[in-house]
């Protein structure tokens, strides 16, 4: 580099109107179609800066070194380097410029976030926009910190949403999803900043009104619809660089606003953003002024005599948004233009319009959304706001309140697939009924009857006449089919009980689920059902497992009955030899003797087999009812393990997910 004669320092000083250089190494300046007044540069290096038709090359600082950039944009004045000081004239500039300590005596605030702001020498002269600094960003402030009950309810919704991933669809869940994922982003940034957004219909003053916080012409104004295309930042402090690159604004629509003492320390700690009209006809105006919405910490809706009412405005922005009435501002502006009373009983209307919105209003101390009337063409009410914005600001409480706004908005949401002011779960009674129908569907009842039939069957052949039983076999192998009714196919009974089953399982299914949120009553269907496929193959297996094999066990009084009933048949044997072998002439004719033992064995072997069956009836139902109970309580563990263990833990989880949704809501179960 060349390093600048004082010939030529006064070549250009002549050239450029009053500029001043002391002891610079500099190269190639030049100015072409623009003033420049007041260059005042000191032991910096710089190099290639060029202004030619109005557009301004400027000069970025850092360490003593001087790097190319390019500015372009409106009128720039009062914008300073590291320890210089340039001021142009005609010149729209929106570029990139710093103050580091020590500069001129000033106390440095971190050139890289936003642009030096004016002096209060500077505000007598025609307003200039403050520009951003695109250097390295100041250190930022330290991170947020969310009171003990909101990280409470954030962890509850975490819980929420991870226990019910599986049993809701991830459209159910986004909402609370982008909640979780936007308040870990913004609990990250600084905690002594607060972004508020003003926002509002197109012509509602909402530009000139961020102009007149501001003290600075930054964003245009004009008749020509829209004028604001894009959102536009400024910053009242130093550390807020994260929150505005996580709003997506450019550098370019970054500015800073006129140094003003007072005004300035009034909102330390304020992002203002001026967004697009939300009526644009342009649809991406629309879509950036949703995007910014949901991501700033407040918002002030500024609205218009004329556009107060408007339905697109209450339908589609403060109705949906009655939640965050903490953080909101409604400001009517252009008052200037109503005569005598109006403005008060417009504001009034106002005021009815947000209630009915369900919008909480803060006019007695309460919380809720502050409603002012304005002009921002004359000021007048416009300290009114600065002094409710500041004491906002200063309370740093509104990204907590917009987050908890949040986390109400997504609990409000998920409402339906949580909540339910009917019991719900499976009775005693419920379950006590699905298992009789299963152990109906296998045929527990027929099962025990038909046990106790085998054990007086089987009794009887102990102790019954063998000539009864012979007669029985006899009948039976000779009684034609012809007439007889034929039993159920195995075929018939198997559909049967599969129908059973399914009604049985259909039954729970509609109990379990009555009263249940969709979601869940439709995950709790779903479990029975698939518990019930293979229920009547695995009944059917239990029963045979639990069916008593071979006969039934006989009781010790048995052989004592087997031996009276054959000490009838030997009676009946020897009565009826005596008399053959006395018409035969082989024995002495003597017929009371044979003809009473042959009486006592055809009355005694009858009553033996009726006293045994008579005493048989006992153990043989005792017996019928074991088996019954066998297969019952087979029958209810098999529908236990496969039924209603899964429906029951449908139920546990939705239970769980209840109470975590009461912790995100901070209600109790009662009120839901």
Same mark, same amino acid.
């Given at each position: ?21 002391? =002891? @610079? $190494?500099?190269?190639?300046? #030049?100015? %072409? *179609?623009?003033? +420049?007044?007041? !260059?005042? &540069? /000191? =032991? @910096? $290096?710089?190099?290639?800066? #060029?202004? %030619? *038709?109005?557009? +301004?090359?400027? !000069?970025? &600082? /850092? =360490? ?5 950039? #390019?500015?372009? *944009? ?229 609205v218009d005599p004329e556009k107060y009412a408007d339905a697109m405005l209450h339908e589609r922005y403060l109705r949906p948004m009655a939640g965050y009435a903490e953080v909101m501002f409604v400001v009517l ?324 997910v209840r109470g975590q949704y009461l912790r995100v809501t901070g209600v109790t179960a009662a009120s839901l």
């Amino acid at each position: 580099m060349t390093a600048m004669t004082d010939q030529d320092r006064t070549e250009h000083a002549d050239r450029d109107d009053d500029a001043d250089a002391d =002891d @610079v $190494d500099a190269t190639n300046v #030049d100015t %072409e *179609g623009v003033d +420049a007044k007041n !260059v005042d &540069v /000191e =032991d @910096v $290096d710089g190099e290639d800066t #060029d202004t %030619e *038709g109005g557009e +301004a090359r400027a !000069v970025e &600082v /850092e =360490d003593g070194e001087a790097e190319e950039v #390019d500015v372009q *944009g409106g009128p720039g004045d009062g914008q300073r380097a590291d320890g210089a000081h340039a001021s142009v004239e005609g010149t729209y500039a929106t570029g990139t410029f710093g103050r580091a300590d020590g500069a001129d005596g000033a106390d440095g605030w971190g050139g890289g976030l936003m642009a030096w702001r004016g002096t209060a020498a500077d505000a007598t002269r025609e307003p200039a926009a403050a520009v951003e600094n695109r250097g390295p960003g100041p250190q930022a402030s330290g991170p947020l910190v969310y009171p003990g009950p909101l990280r409470a309810r954030l962890e509850a919704l975490r819980e929420l949403v991870g226990l019910s991933r599986t049993r809701l669809d991830s459209r159910t869940l986004a909402q609370a999803g982008r909640v979780l994922d936007e308040s870990a982003a913004r609990r990250r940034l600084s905690g002594q900043h607060t972004v508020v957004a003003i926002a509002g219909a197109t012509g509602s003053g909402k530009s000139q009104l961020f102009n007149a916080l501001a003290g600075v012409v930054i964003s245009e104004t004009g008749v020509r619809r829209p004028t604001t295309s894009a959102p536009i930042v400024c910053s009242w402090s130093d550390g807020a660089l994260g929150l505005i690159e996580r709003l997506g604004i450019p550098p370019r629509l970054r500015r800073r606003p006129l140094y003003n003492g007072e005004a300035d320390a009034q909102l330390d700690g304020l992002v203002l953003v001026d967004l697009p009209d939300h009526d644009s006809a342009a649809v991406q105006h629309r879509e950036q002024v949703d995007r910014v919405l949901a991501l700033v910490d407040a918002v002030i809706w500024v609205v218009d005599p004329e556009k107060y009412a408007d339905a697109m405005l209450h339908e589609r922005y403060l109705r949906p948004m009655a939640g965050y009435a903490e953080v909101m501002f409604v400001v009517l502006n252009q008052t200037d233009r109503l005569p005598g009373e109006a403005a008060e009983q417009v504001l009034d209307d106002l005021r009815r319009l947000l209630d009915e919105d369900g919008i909480a209003l803060g006019e007695h101390g309460e919380p809720g959304a502050t409603v002012l009337g304005l002009s921002a063409l004359t000021g007048d009410g416009v300290g009114e706001l600065r002094d409710a914005v500041g004491r906002f600001v200063a309370e740093r409480r509104a990204p907590a309140r917009r987050v908890a706004a949040d986390v109400d908005v997504a609990a409000a949401g998920l409402r339906r697939v949580y909540a339910t002011r009917r019991r719900t779960g499976l009775s005693e009674e419920a379950r006590d009924d699905f298992s009789a129908r299963l152990a109906d569907a296998v045929g527990a009842t027929a099962a025990g009857e038909a046990a106790e039939r085998a054990w007086l069957r089987n009794a009887n052949r102990a102790c019954g006449t063998p000539w009864l039983r012979l007669w029985h076999w006899y009948h039976d192998r000779r009684e034609p089919p012809t007439g007889r009714l034929f039993p159920r196919t195995q075929a018939d009974e198997e559909a049967t009980a599969r129908q059973r089953v399914e009604q049985a399982v259909r039954t729970l299914a509609d109990r379990a689920s009555a009263g249940l949120p969709a979601p869940w009553a439709q995950a709790v269907r779903e479990a029975a059902v698939r518990g019930s496929q293979g229920l009547p193959e695995a009944l059917d297996q239990l029963a045979a497992r639990a069916a008593l094999p071979g006969r039934p066990p006989r009781p010790g009084w048995w052989p004592a009955a087997v031996l009276a009933q054959a000490s009838m048949t030997i009676l009946q044997v020897v009565g009826g030899l005596w008399l053959l072998g006395q018409i035969l002439g082989v024995m002495a004719p003597n017929l009371g003797v044979p003809v009473l033992l042959m009486v006592a064995g055809i009355v005694g072997g009858p009553l033996v087999e009726w006293g045994c069956r008579m005493a048989a009836r006992g153990p043989a139902r005792r017996y019928g009812t074991e088996a019954e109970r066998r297969l019952r309580e087979a029958a209810a563990a098999c529908g236990r393990a496969r039924v209603l263990d899964p429906v029951a833990s449908e139920l546990l989880r939705y239970r769980e997910v209840r109470g975590q949704y009461l912790r995100v809501t901070g209600v109790t179960a009662a009120s839901l």
